[in-house]
Structures are given as structure tokens and as C-alpha cells.
């Protein structure tokens, strides 16, 4: 099913201009979570505003309820071999590179207990982040990449996959440079840049966002319950 242009697709500046805005303040107010939170509540709030100006919402964000089984199936697939891949980076590699891992241990994840961690706070917050920095930010970077290029012939896919590739490249570093992933998983943050161009990789692939959130709650639950054992 074909949608028609939609509107106010700019708002995907407002969380990156969070983002930016957060980098240039003093480091004392960085640290105070509800700054490190802020350019999220910014993302939200443009979701908002951009759902209740736009019509077919659901289609635009691949939530559409005939992609719910396939969504999962792919997303628990991939979430999977992510979460394996990336256990064995921090375990085993970042020690190597004589980097600290034990800091880990105390991240506001860990002090949650493991059966209200898993599977519920991890899947409410792959959620909420799938809807934040896939469906609505890395979507309506498309939607704005395409609103102001130039007319192209149809079988121009070079274009096309430009297209999609700095938006999903964009996206990814917003979503690796968010102030509270920095603050609470410090140099591993760079993790979620490969993470993010994965999952950016399947929602424009697919066009369903449960694949994507699929995939980001199994990989967290297989790091928080690999890594939360070997630091035991």
C-alpha cells in the first residue's frame, strides 16, 4: 500500500539537535539524568506531534498487525546472533584491549533483579527505543532525504540505497552518542553503533518494527544474562 508524502518529516532534527544541544553544556549539568534523558523526551515529544499530523501512522512505522509473526521470527534470530557476537566482544576482546568491564556490574541494569529485568523491563525498553530511533527518527530521515532530492529515474537504485544508507548511518550515531547510553555503558557505547546499523538495515529491509524490537530486546536479554554471570 502506496502512502502519500507526509508531513513534517524535519522533525527528526529535534532529538538530533538534542543530542548536539547536550554535547555543549557544562559537564556539570551533563550529568544529571534528567539532562542525559532529555533529547529522548525531545524524540518523543516530535513523535507525537508527527503521529497526530499524519495519516496512515501505522503503515509509516512498519506496525502494521499482519508483520507481528514474521517480525519476531526475524528478529529473534538476529537478536540472538547479535547478543552472542556482541558477549563475546565485551568478554573476551574488550579485556584483551585492556579495557575496564567490571564497571558493568553497576549500571542501573544490573541492580535490577533478573526476573523483573528479564523479560519485561528489557522488552518495555527495546519498545520504547524501536519507536524513538528506528521508527520515528531513522523513517522520517528517509522521508526527509526523499522529500528534498532531486527527481530521479525509477531504476536509479544507487539513489536509493544513498539514500537509505546516510539515513541509517545518521540515525546510528544518534542513537550510539545518546547522553544517557554514554554516560551509563561509557566506551562500550561504540557497540551500539554496529547495532544500530543492523537494526536500521532490517527496518528498511523489512518495513516492520516488531523485527527491530524483536531483535534489540533477545540481544539485550542474551548480554545482560552472559555478562551479569561471568561478573558474578
Known amino acids: 500500500m502506496r502512502t502519500e508524502m507526509e508531513q513534517w518529516p524535519s522533525l527528526a532534527f529535534v532529538p538530533i539537535t538534542g543530542t548536539i544541544l547536550f554535547y555543549l553544556l557544562p559537564h556539570t549539568y551533563q550529568e544529571y539524568t534528567i539532562t542525559q ?29 499482519t508483520h507481528v509473526w514474521t517480525g519476531l521470527l526475524w528478529g529473534c534470530l538476529i537478536g540472538l546472533l547479535l547478543g552472542i557476537g556482541n558477549s563475546y566482544i565485551i568478554l573476551y576482546i574488550v579485556p584483551i584491549l585492556e579495557k575496564d568491564i567490571t564497571f ?25 527505543v524501536e519507536f524513538n ?11 526527509l532525504i ?7 529515474r525509477p531504476s536509479d537504485k544507487f539513489s536509493e540505497h544513498l539514500k537509505h544508507s546516510i539515513a541509517i548511518l545518521l540515525s546510528a550515531l544518534i542513537f550510539t552518542f545518546d547522553p544517557f547510553m554514554v554516560s551509563t555503558f561509557q566506551h562500550l557505547h561504540w557497540i ?14 523489512l518495513r516492520n518494527l516488531y523485527a527491530v524490537m524483536a531483535a534489540h530486546a533477545i540481544e539485550v536479554m542474551v548480554l545482560y544474562l552472559w555478562i551479569k554471570t561471568a561478573l558474578n
Do not use: E
Open 192 to 205: 551500539a553503533l554496529w547495532d544500530g546499523i543492523i537494526w536500521g538495515w532490517m527496518w528498511v529491509r
Open 146 to 152: 526523499t522529500y528534498i532530492q532531486r527527481p530521479r
Open 37 to 65: 534523558f532529555m533529547p529522548q523526551i525531545l524524540a518523543y515529544l516530535g513523535l507525537g506531534i508527527w503521529a497526530s499530523t499524519n495519516d496512515n501512522v501505522r503503515i509509516r512505522l512498519g506496525i502494521q498487525t
Open 133 to 143: 530511533f528506528r521508527g520515528f527518527l531513522l523513517g522520517r530521515l528517509i522521508s
Open 104 to 128: 558493568l556490574a553497576q549500571t542501573p541494569h544490573a541492580q535490577v533483579p533478573t526476573l523483573l529485568m528479564i523479560p519485561w523491563t528489557i522488552s518495555v525498553i527495546a519498545i520504547a
